[in-house]
């Protein structure tokens, strides 16, 4: 007789990627390849755990064929666990669709299955199906605001029993936070490679030449109304390799944060979550909002979005127009008509 599906309690969606737990099916979806690779990872680990000797096979389902789970799944001659992990199912072949589904309908004791879907609607039949027996379901999405970025840094730090300053979290994500992988790496390296409480200092000394030539410090520069300062700053980052579209971009990101924080300024109830900013990052703009007047505020916004059309086509000479917008915004500072 073939072996009745195991029960599994109805499981929340979304779980992140160091709270998942071994199941018989599992699975892990979402864009940001990092998250993912965790979470296949932690399963691997739990699997060896639960069982030295487990046997481990990847099935690719771009190129996948009827019958290869059943084969791989079917009972081992010595008795060892067996974890299948399919890769790319978000390129799943009818066949790997159609054996899953079957496969879905008696899950075997003796066998973990993963599947990494890394994003789209391709199998969405199977997804759901998967989410609906109530296995889990690990949401890897990417990370885009900084708020999140930091949040991530923060939990690496954490799980490693490592303390680290506000200030520092920042400094990385400014620095490496582009891309979450290299994020990641930074923070792994911090860890191995210092003692003690990491601060911004800490930061400084290791990534220090990529934290000034960022857009953000030009930006921070520029909102603190040094002309000088932030001009020496873009030139500098232009240099090694920032162009002036990411420098623009980080100016108005900076502005858009210091308008929602000032348009609720004096206002109470009001949560970090609501303005979509991390705490620091609302702190930060309370304090930088000093010497700021609402007609300043427009007057640098209105510059920058011109500058973001001229750095992107509009204009002859982008790195001219970003260092424009950079004067402007320094100028608008402290600006009272």
Same mark, same amino acid.
């Given at each position: ?52 000797? %487990? ?6 389902? &771009? %190129? ?8 791989? &799944?079917?009972? *081992? ?13 978000? *390129? ?14 008696? +899950? ?8 990494? /879907? ?46 680290? #300053? ?41 990534? @220090? ?5 960022? @857009? ?8 603190? @109304? /040094?002309?000088?300062?932030? %001009?020496?700053?873009?030139? /500098? ?9 990411? $420098?623009?971009?980080?100016?108005? +990101? ?27 990052? $609302? #702190? ?6 000093? @010497? ?8 640098? $916004?209105?510059? %920058? ?10 204009? !002859? ?14 100028? &608008? /500072?402290?600006? !009272?008509?």
């Amino acid at each position: 007789m073939p072996p009745t599906r195991r029960k599994t309690a109805a499981a929340p969606p979304g779980l992140s990627w160091d709270q998942v737990e071994l199941a018989p099916v599992v699975l892990v979806r979402g864009t940001e390849g990092l998250l993912a690779d965790r979470a296949v990872d932690r399963l691997l680990d739990q699997a060896r755990q639960a069982d030295p000797e %487990v046997e481990v096979t990847r099935l690719e389902a &771009a %190129v996948y064929e009827h019958g290869h789970l059943e084969m791989v &799944a079917s009972p *081992s001659l010595f008795g060892e666990r067996r974890m299948v992990v399919v890769e790319g199912a978000e *390129s799943m072949t009818d066949a790997l669709l159609d054996d899953v589904l079957v496969y879905l309908r008696a +899950v075997p004791d003796d066998v973990w299955l993963v599947l990494r /879907h890394n994003g789209g609607t391709r199998g969405k039949k199977l997804l759901d199906a998967i989410g609906a027996a109530g296995y889990p379901v690990v949401a890897c999405e990417s990370l885009k605001r900084d708020g999140d970025k930091a949040d991530f840094v923060r939990a690496d730090f954490r799980r490693a029993r490592r303390r680290v #300053d506000a200030e520092a979290v920042q400094a990385l994500v400014e620095a490496v936070g582009a891309d979450l992988r290299e994020l990641g790496a930074a923070t792994s390296q911090l860890i191995a490679d210092t003692t003690g409480t990491i601060t911004a200092d800490t930061v400084l000394r290791y990534y @220090g030449g990529r934290v000034e030539a960022t @857009g953000f410090k030009v930006a921070d520069a520029a909102v603190a @109304g /040094h002309a000088g300062e932030a %001009v020496a700053m873009l030139r /500098h980052a232009v240099a090694t390799g920032t162009g002036p579209v990411p $420098i623009v971009a980080a100016l108005a +990101v900076k502005l858009r944060t210091l308008a929602k924080v000032a348009a609720v300024r004096g206002r109470s109830g009001v949560s970090a979550g609501e303005l979509g900013l991390a705490p620091w990052q $609302i #702190d930060r703009a309370r304090r930088e909002l000093d @010497g700021w007047t609402p007609e300043g505020l427009a007057q640098a $916004i209105t510059a %920058v979005a011109a500058a973001d059309a001229e750095v992107k086509g509009l204009g !002859r000479d982008p790195v001219f127009a970003a260092e424009r917008a950079v004067l402007k915004v320094a100028a &608008a /500072h402290g600006r !009272r008509h």
